[in-house]
């Protein structure tokens, strides 16, 4: 077997929805599923059908391709892993899509692939025999749920077995408001209702959550495989969606392994459209919302939230060169900008609308103040992408963009909610009791584990950007521009340590200062458009960082060395969220990091490859670690910096691709000049 067992693999629908699972065939997880759909793109997901139990049947007996976990039958008796499928796993490959070889005790070989189709809630499940033998049928059984993404399934009397028949297709509804499940298969259904009880998800037990759930079983599928290809095709019945699963019984007119052949010919055209393995991982986070488009901050758990998607944006658009997309997204959130903020995520209740505020009721989640700063810098490097593309900006695009970026400055600068605020040092002020306001927000009873409040090293940096980016259309924003570039030099150098402080003003309090060592002030130098120190405190900054805080998968949050530090991401909800920002590692930070350590050596081309050579390669080899094929979400701070959080986030996929295609791409010379988009 090529991958390890708890490795996990993803195939997205463009909606929100999702397929997932582990390459060792058990589900560690509640959100690994077959098909988990997005009711109202991308929100109010639900995990439709689990998983399957898959069973071989020869002329020598039967075996079982599949495995599940369940609880003991006390609460200390170990897991019960049963049927034990994964022993006969003989090779796993994700290329184009997840697919199992199997060899048998009898020596048949058996494939199994799963593939996604993308705009539409439809996942497709093929099983083949890798040599003609006689005699070999399949019979298989869908583990359902239909359920809340975040929620855990009980045996109970309410759930509905009965089928309907359209056409060729099965259809079950199985709950009244959840999305009716949709199978086609060119195989024999017979009803045979059963429940399965207490599967055990591992992950979540180790995370300190309820990790037990009952699935049901309506029937089983039976297939002949001598005859060839069994086909399997799984959607859910989204009503509004262009293309939904309510037109599935239509399209298995022509016959379910046709349909599945021609679903899965159209998507490998798609999927070879990609020029490398992260492009393709980057599309699997651009989603739709409404008319327009979002991203998705990270797969399995999270939905679209505000930071994440600005920060995540200039690498799955722009280094990309898809330009449209980011155009999309920027003016979807640029018309929510209300007091100078932004939301943070989109509240589901409020029917698809980024923080609809009073014209949608619901109440806005902007407690954040560095993503309507993020958004500055996104909209500013989103114009300048077009530029190099030689591509004109519509004037009302570039109007609209104006004015939120204006109303953010305007609003930072007199004064908004949350204790945000420029002083009279120019200087960007932000806090209240009980806020966490900068992207380290964790929360544990209510109260933020690294609060902040006063005037954070980034959110200066990226608060003297944005004026910088502002200045350039206004002049009113020139004098706060020099007042707050000056005071960040003279205010956060820490002569002692030759790094920057993290707070200064702590709580509010003038001359009151944190000097923890953190990866925030790598901003300074690296990952904005405009450094805000150079020279020797530049380099001297780096290098600290480098010495202190680089692993070969991103940077610690925290010195090791300090008290607080925490080695590892682990234990209950409380332990990792007080892990969560004291020293876990962030894959994203090394993109900053990188950009900072090449300009502070002059950006040549032999230092970008040196910096390839250095920190990217390395990263490179964490693509098959975690989320096969993306990066996670964070790392253990020591050694050897297992993978936690979410397996596959956007930020950090988005800064691994900014550095390939911008930060380190080396110019080529042509006839009409340097390459579009060089540095």
């Known amino acids: 077997m090529d991958r390890g067992p708890v490795t996990e693999w993803l195939e997205t629908d463009g909606l929100g929805g999702f397929a997932s699972g582990t390459a060792g065939l058990i589900r560690t997880r509640r959100y690994h599923a077959l098909l988990l759909t997005a009711a109202e793109p991308p929100g109010r997901r639900f995990v439709l059908v689990n998983g399957l139990e898959a069973l071989v049947v020869t002329p020598a007996g039967s075996v079982a391709i599949s495995a599940q976990v ?16 994964m022993e006969f796993i003989r090779r796993f490959d994700i290329e184009p899509w997840p697919a199992w070889r199997f060899v048998l005790p009898d020596g048949i070989g058996i494939e199994q692939s799963i593939a996604a189709v993308q705009g539409r809630p439809i996942v497709t499940i093929a099983w083949r025999l890798l040599a003609a033998r006689p005699g070999v049928s399949l019979v298989v059984r869908p583990l359902l749920s239909g359920r809340d993404l975040h929620a855990l399934h009980r045996e109970n009397p309410v759930f509905r077995f009965e089928e309907e028949r359209l056409g060729q297709a099965i259809v079950w509804r199985p709950y009244p408001g959840v999305p009716a499940i949709s199978a086609c298969a060119n195989g024999d259904y017979t009803r045979e209702p059963l429940w399965y009880r207490n599967f055990l998800y591992t992950e979540e037990r180790e995370r300190g959550f309820d990790h037990l759930e009952d699935l049901a079983s309506p029937g089983r599928f039976t297939f002949n495989l001598s005859r ?156 300048e992408a077009m530029s190099a593309a030689r591509r004109r900006v519509a004037r009302d695009d570039e109007a609209a963009l104006v004015r939120s970026i204006e109303a953010t400055l305007d609003a930072f600068l007199a004064g908004t909610r949350h204790g945000i605020r420029a002083n009279r040092d120019g200087l960007l002020a932000a806090g209240d009791p009980g806020l966490a306001l900068t992207w380290m927000d964790a929360r544990v009873a209510g109260q933020p584990v690294t609060p902040r409040a006063g005037k954070p090293v980034e959110i200066q940096a990226l608060w003297i950007n944005a004026l910088r980016i502002g200045s350039a259309r206004s002049d009113r924003f020139a004098a706060p ?76 949050t925290l010195d090791p060395a300090d008290a607080a530090y925490r080695p590892r991401y682990e234990g209950g909800p409380e332990e990792r969220d007080r892990a969560y920002h004291q020293g876990t590692v962030w894959p994203w930070l090394l993109g900053p990091f990188v950009e900072a350590w090449v300009r502070v050596r002059g950006d040549g081309i032999e230092i970008r490859r040196e910096a390839r050579r250095r ?65």
């Open 615 to 679: 920190f990217l390669e390395p990263l490179a080899h964490h693509l098959d670690m975690a989320g096969l094929e993306h990066l996670p979400e964070i790392a253990d701070g020591a050694t050897p910096h297992h993978p936690r959080g979410c397996p596959f986030q956007a930020w950090s996929v988005a800064e691994a691709l900014r550095l390939s295609h911008v930060v380190l791409a080396e110019p080529r010379r042509t006839a009409r000049g340097p390459r579009a988009g060089a540095r």
């Open 481 to 556: 521009l020099a007042r707050a570039s000056e005071s960040f030099g003279r205010r956060f150098w820490h002569d002692a340590g030759a790094f920057l402080r993290d707070v200064v003003d702590v709580d509010h309090e003038p001359g009151r200062d944190d000097a923890t060592f953190r990866a925030n002030q790598i901003l300074a130098v690296g990952g904005l458009p405009f450094p805000v120190i150079d020279g020797d405190r530049a380099r001297a900054v780096v290098d600290a960082v480098e010495h202190r805080l680089l692993t070969p998968i991103g940077l610690r």
């Open 70 to 85: 369940y609880a003991g039958s006390a609460e200390s008796a170990a897991p019960v892993v049963h049927p034990i499928g």
């Open 228 to 383: 060839g290809t069994a086909a399997l095709i799984l959607s859910a019945d989204t009503p509004g969606l262009a293309g939904d699963g309510g037109e599935l019984p239509a399209l298995a007119a022509s016959g379910p392994l046709p349909s599945l052949r021609g679903l899965r010919a159209r998507e490998r055209r798609r999927r070879l459209r990609f020029s490398s393995r992260l492009h393709r991982s980057a599309d699997a986070y651009l989603v739709r919302r409404g008319g327009g488009r979002t991203v998705i901050a990270g797969y399995p758990w999270f939905s679209d939230w505000g930071r994440d998607t600005f920060i995540a944006l200039r690498g799955l658009c722009l280094a990309t060169g898809r330009l449209d997309d980011a155009r999309s997204i920027l003016l979807l959130w640029a018309g929510f900008v209300r007091d100078g903020l932004l939301p943070n995520r989109f509240p589901e209740e409020a029917g698809g609308a980024p923080g609809a505020g009073p014209a949608g009721g619901t109440a806005r989640d902007d407690a954040s103040v560095d993503a309507p700063l993020w958004f500055i810098v996104t909209a500013h490097d989103w114009i």
